[in-house]
């Protein structure tokens, strides 16, 4: 059973930190590339940072370029979040999600494997 399964959402206050986490199982981790994408209530999901094909470089959403880092570690099929210097703005549901390839952009369509997402709730 193909699963991803985040972690790490929570609340926190503007200016604060958190790493999310996206744990893989069923399907082999380093063959696929994973993207981070977010959904704030009323709005489209978002891509935020997503890896194009293995080995490749990762995209960052303009509004959170130098804020956040996606990174992984294929020995625990993990791939992570972290979000420094959060803002209200960033209050959201965070997926993690996996494709074979990512098209630049990091669209949300075309994904196919996602999580159930994690709530991250950035107070004033």
């Known amino acids: 059973e193909v699963q991803l399964v985040e972690s790490g959402g929570g609340l926190v206050q503007a200016g604060g930190s958190l790493r999310l986490s996206c744990t893989a199982s069923g399907f082999m981790f380093e063959d696929y590339v994973f993207g981070w994408f977010r959904q704030a209530p009323g709005k489209e999901r978002e891509g935020v940072a997503c890896?194009?094909?293995?080995?490749?470089?990762?995209y960052y959403a303009d509004s959170v370029k130098g804020r956040f880092t996606s990174s992984s570690d294929n020995a625990k099929n993990t791939v992570y979040l972290q979000m420094n210097s959060l803002k209200p703005e960033d209050t959201a549901v965070y997926y993690c999600a996996a494709a074979g390839f990512i098209a630049p952009g990091c669209p949300a369509s075309g994904m196919e494997y996602w999580g159930e997402g994690t709530l991250v709730t950035v107070s004033s």
């Open positions: 890896i194009s094909e293995v080995d490749g470089p990762t």
